[in-house]
């Protein structure tokens, strides 16, 4: 079973410049988190969609933005970047039902984003 | 809100030592619990979890047990090897409502083992 595939797995960016990140989930997974980590802030949720529904929604500003598709891929979509946007952007994709078990997340590599 | 609180890192063993890595969290009602691995240039992978109170979860010779009176979830293995040096981190998980699909991470705890 193929795991979840973020792409690109680098990217450099221009301060101002616009970014979007894919990220594929594990078949089957209807629910997609983002999260952004940085070596200061450490992990922080971004939010988190499932069947093309946000449901959830960090303490990012508006510059920050997803969407979901009907087969589960979700995009992020960062406008204007700052250089403080710089950090490796990771997804998880998980069942996304209320039950115990289906709340398991499991992580792509991650895409790494520097904005210079 | 939610919170987790990692012991201060970083850690650094001789191979076959005993590892601890404190876990301690704040949160209302009944999170599940997880601790997470993460190699250089990787992602997150999921080691182990425990979803109640008194549940001990295991993977690899990893162990941790889901402590509600002492609100903890310490990771513990017996004989660390040096492909264990790695980041790791301690999360939890409230069901539902506004916490949908949040995990709420630690810090992270940078393991290094020695040969």
């Known amino acids: 079973k193929a795991g979840v595939t973020q792409t690109p797995r680098y990217l450099i960016k221009t301060r101002g410049q616009q970014v979007t990140l894919s990220c594929s989930p594990i078949?089957?997974?209807?629910?997609v988190s983002w999260y952004q980590q940085t070596p200061g802030q450490g992990l922080q949720f971004l939010f988190e969609y499932f069947s093309e529904t946000q449901r959830n929604k960090g303490n990012f500003p508006g510059r920050f933005s997803g969407r979901q598709f009907s087969n589960s891929r979700s995009e992020m979509n960062v406008s204007t970047l700052e250089l403080g946007d710089s950090a490796l952007y990771l997804c998880a994709s998980s069942l996304g039902g209320t039950g115990k078990g289906s709340t398991e997340a499991f992580f792509g590599q991650g895409t790494r984003l520097t904005v210079v | 809100g939610d919170s987790v609180t990692q012991m201060e890192g970083p850690v650094t063993l001789s191979e076959e030592a005993f590892l601890t890595i404190n876990c301690t969290y704040t949160a209302t009602g009944y999170p599940s619990l997880f601790w997470y691995v993460q190699y250089p240039g990787e992602g997150l992978q999921l080691l182990l979890k425990a979803t109640k109170a008194d549940d001990k979860g295991s993977n690899k010779g990893f162990e941790a047990t889901y402590r509600k009176e002492t609100t903890s979830f310490h990771l513990e293995k017996g004989s660390v090897q040096v492909s264990d040096s790695a980041v790791y981190f301690c999360a939890l998980l409230n069901g539902g409502g506004t916490s949908y699909g949040k995990l709420t991470f630690g810090q992270g705890t940078i393991l290094t083992v020695h040969p």
């Open positions: 078949s089957g997974h209807r629910s």
